[in-house]
Nanobody, 121 residues
C-alpha cells in the first residue's frame, strides 16, 4: 500500500505564490516519476508538471515560466513552487506518483487526495 499526502494549498491573491508538497510513503521499492495535476469542476484533470527520478521535467504551456517542480528522492517528496499565480490557476491540485511497490515489484499509479488552490483577482 502506498499513500501520497499533499499539503500547501490555500487562498492567495493574484500575483502571489504558493508552494505545494507531496510525500509518498508505504511499500515503495522505487518511484519512476511524480507529478502535479489539477482539476476544476466540469473539466478533465490536466497535467501541470511532472518530474522523473532522473530529474527530467515537463510542464504544461499554461504554467511554463511561473511554476517549478522539484523533487527529493531521499524523501520520496515532490514540490511545486507556484509564482505569479492567476485566477485561472484556481483548481484542486492532485499529486500522482508512478510507483513500483514491494514485494510485488509491480508499477502502479497512485494519487493523493487533492489540495485546493484558490487565486483571487
Amino acid at each position: 500500500q502506498v499513500q501520497l499526502v499533499e499539503s500547501g494549498g490555500g487562498l492567495v491573491q493574484a500575483g502571489g505564490s504558493l508552494r505545494l508538497s507531496c510525500a509518498a510513503s508505504g511499500s515503495i521499492f522505487s518511484i519512476t516519476a511524480m507529478g502535479w495535476y489539477r482539476q476544476v469542476p466540469g473539466k478533465q484533470r490536466e497535467l501541470v508538471a511532472v518530474i522523473t527520478s532522473g530529474g527530467s521535467t515537463n510542464y504544461s504551456d499554461s504554467v511554463k515560466g511561473r511554476f517549478t517542480i522539484s523533487g527529493d528522492n531521499a524523501k520520496n517528496t515532490v514540490y511545486l513552487q507556484m509564482n505569479s499565480l492567476k485566477p485561472e490557476d484556481t483548481a484542486v491540485y492532485y499529486c500522482k506518483g508512478v510507483v513500483t511497490t514491494t514485494p510485488e515489484y509491480h508499477e502502479y499509479d497512485y494519487w493523493g487526495q487533492g489540495t485546493q488552490v484558490t487565486v483571487s483577482s
